[in-house]
């Protein structure tokens, strides 16, 4: 399971998953054990913001961190980044949590019409609410990546969320 949750880390949902396994796994009496679960979940710190809140117990209890070293448990806006992406025929822009390099907002479309700037977006993180999403992409796509030219044009913003599998 440690080498699964290794090579899965950039899968929230596997992390999800497993940390319920470890935190049980480490009420053995092994030390040894114990200590080789918390090396195997060290590397997940940095996704401690973008958990759920029993995951985000369960990390804490398995490695275990004094709360005031924890990351914060809800993340700054300006954690995170903003770039375009091209696969295949498809482009779109990711928003992605820097520390975790996890993606946790996909504007899959952009499109300006009579004074309004419809936006399409997907998030990729069950922990994502529909709010801090359109924060993100206001701060992170709107502002930084496009430099603020999008609102000079328009006069309201549309967002529509579609479901993503992740979500």
Request: charged share 25%.
């Amino acid at each position: 399971m440690l080498a699964f949750l290794a090579q899965h880390a950039g899968s929230l949902q596997v992390v999800e998953t497993l940390l319920w396994a470890f935190s049980a796994a480490l009420g053995t009496h092994d030390e040894a054990l114990r200590e080789r679960i918390r090396a195997g979940l060290r590397p997940l710190l940095p996704l401690f913001p973008l958990l759920q809140t029993t995951s985000q117990t369960f990390l804490q209890y398995g490695l275990p961190i004094p709360e005031n070293d924890l990351p914060k448990a809800r993340p700054d806006r300006s954690e995170f980044r903003a770039y375009f992406c091209e696969s295949g025929a498809d482009a779109y822009i990711s928003i992605e949590h820097i520390a975790s390099q996890c993606e946790m907002v996909r504007v899959v479309s952009m499109t300006e019409d009579a004074g309004t700037l419809r936006i399409t977006y997907a998030i990729s993180v069950l922990t994502c609410h529909d709010r801090f999403a359109r924060e993100l992409i206001s701060y992170t796509v709107l502002r930084d990546l496009c430099e603020d030219r999008y609102r000079a044009h328009n006069e309201q913003i549309e967002y529509t969320r579609i479901r993503s599998s992740a979500s």
